[in-house]
């Protein structure tokens, strides 16, 4: 079943600034790459060697990369509510699949 691609674009939810704070930080894939994530001005800033992308929140725990609707950044938290990590998903456009990668986080 071939439904094509999804055009819609998310819609950019208010998140509040303690919230964003939160999720900023360090985080490790498993590959041992590291990135920084800053908070914005109502987004979150994802810093790595190659760029630096803009995150849109789609929801508390999830956001969206601007102009790029169909990658997102997922944060997760620990059993007492400390954030661990970011699950990545991303559409690798031009590819038949999608690859989810998952980063840990180095500072709390």
Known sequence: LYLGNDQSTPNAV???DDLLRRYA???ELQDGEIFEIEP???ILLVNSTLSTIKLLPESKAKFF???AN???Y???EDSNGNVNGVTRHLSLYGY???AFTWAR???K
């Open 25 to 27: 930080g360090s985080y």
């Open 96 to 98: 038949s699949k999608d």
């Open 105 to 107: 986080r180095l500072n």
């Open 65 to 67: 990369v601007e102009g």
């Open 70 to 72: 169909a990658d997102t």
């Open 14 to 16: 208010p998140v509040d």
């Open 40 to 42: 914005g001005d109502g």
């Open 74 to 76: 997922s944060f997760q």
